[in-house]
Every structure is written in structure tokens, then in C-alpha cells.
């Protein structure tokens, strides 16, 4: 069964301290992780995806890194409009094509105070 | 390009009534997909389907469940004689044929009171 653990369950920060988000998975074959940003009482927002090993992407302050067991977001600078909750999941390769199945970790909530 | 687009935003129905909710996914978009958020928990698949099939419904609950994705017109997660554990926000994403990456609709938060 696929699984995603994230840490930490939340994280505070002042304006400009820069972090990182750990998401660690066990999948029997990783099809590609995705990372989205969840406001209170919206809907998950689409960051990133990565597909293999050593892949890196960036977007404004963030920028995710993948390795065979996890993958990190970071955070440059942050701003306090960067406040949510960011979400990792991952989707498996399988058989019969039944890939597209997206198992989610619980968040890590993200504070940037002023 | 309107993204995914759910209604209604919010729901309140009271025990034993129905609840439907709708999905109309992004243009272009042929997948679409179910996801339910419980307090304290992350997103858990539902359903997945595509035009007038369902591909993949491991995720719904054995009874009083079911969606739909017609020729014409929105996707349907329908919950029958609703219980105060459906409480819960329900998330709509849709995607590509290729399956790539899937993009989510603001949810319907359903109370059962």
C-alpha cells in the first residue's frame, strides 16, 4: 500500500527565514510526486510534479527536490502570503493502467508571520 | 479557461436526506475524479471516472454512495440517506487523458445536521 508522510505536521517561521518541508513516501513504483498548496476553504492548488530522482523545479520562492525516498520543499525567503497548508502525493505505476491515483499525506501547515 | 468549478460550495442537509453534488471539469479535460477531506485527515480517492463509465470506484463506501460522469452535463457524487460521518469537504479534480497532473475544483463542504 502506497504511503506519504509529511513533517512537520506544522511549521512556523518568521518573514524571510527560509525552510524546508520533508515528504517522505514508500510506493512500489513512482509514476511521479506532486506537490499543491491548500488555502483554508479552497481546494488544492497544483505546484509541482517530478518524476524521477535528482528532478528539481522552482516557482517564485519554492523550489521542490526529489530523491528515491523523498522529497523536500523549499522555501526562500518566505513572505506571510506563503501561510497555508502544503500537500505532497504520490502516484504509482501499475499494471492495467489504473495509474492515476493520487494518495495524499496529511499537509504540513505552514505560518509566515510579519 | 475556467478551472474545475463545484456546486454548491456549501451543503447542509439533515440526516436520512440526499446530497448531490456536481463537477463540471476544465475544458479539455475527460478524467474526472472524487476526492473526499475528513477533519484531521489528507485527501482520500474516492472515484474515479470518464465519460459514461466509471473506471474506478475502490475508494466509495460499499452503500449509499455513487457518482456518475454523463455523455452530457456534470459529474454526480450522489450520497444517499446522508449520516453525520459524510460530513466532510468533497473535492472534484479532472485531468487529461494522459493522467497526467490533476487539477482540483474549491469542494463542496457538506454538513449533515
Known amino acids: 500500500e502506497d504511503q506519504v508522510t509529511q513533517s512537520p505536521e506544522a511549521l512556523r517561521l518568521q518573514e524571510g527565514e527560509s525552510s524546508s518541508l520533508n515528504c517522505s513516501y514508500t510506493?512500489?513504483?513512482?509514476?511521479?510526486l506532486f506537490w499543491y498548496r491548500q488555502d483554508p476553504g479552497k481546494g488544492p492548488e497544483f505546484l509541482f510534479t517530478?518524476?524521477?530522482a535528482g528532478e528539481e523545479k522552482e516557482k517564485e520562492r519554492l523550489k521542490a527536490t526529489l530523491t528515491k525516498k523523498e522529497s523536500f520543499l523549499h522555501i526562500t525567503a518566505p513572505k506571510p502570503e506563503d501561510s497555508a497548508t502544503y500537500l505532497c502525493?504520490?502516484?504509482?505505476?501499475?499494471?492495467?493502467?489504473?495509474?492515476?491515483?493520487?494518495?495524499f499525506g496529511k499537509g504540513t501547515l505552514l505560518t509566515v508571520n510579519p | 479557461n475556467a478551472g474545475v468549478m463545484q456546486n454548491p460550495r456549501h451543503l447542509v442537509r439533515r440526516r436520512g436526506q440526499e446530497a448531490r453534488l456536481r463537477c463540471s471539469p476544465m475544458?479539455?479535460?475527460?478524467?474526472v475524479y472524487w476526492y473526499r477531506q475528513l477533519p484531521e485527515e489528507g485527501l482520500k480517492f474516492m472515484v474515479y471516472?470518464?465519460?459514461?463509465?466509471?473506471?474506478?470506484e475502490s475508494g466509495m463506501p460499499k452503500e449509499r454512495f455513487s457518482a456518475e460522469f454523463p455523455k452530457e452535463g456534470p459529474s454526480i457524487l450522489r450520497i444517499q440517506q446522508v449520516v453525520r460521518g459524510d460530513s466532510a469537504a468533497y473535492f472534484c479534480?479532472?485531468?487529461?487523458?494522459?493522467?497526467?497532473?490533476?487539477?482540483f475544483g474549491q469542494g463542496t463542504r457538506l454538513t449533515v445536521v
Open positions: 479534480a479532472s485531468s487529461p487523458p494522459q493522467n497526467t497532473e490533476a487539477f
Open positions: 510506493v512500489s513504483g513512482l509514476r511521479g
Open positions: 517530478l518524476y524521477s
Open positions: 502525493a504520490v502516484q504509482a505505476v501499475r499494471s492495467g493502467g489504473s495509474n492515476y491515483k493520487l494518495t
Open positions: 475544458k479539455g479535460h475527460s478524467h
Open positions: 471516472l470518464q465519460k459514461e463509465n466509471i473506471i474506478d
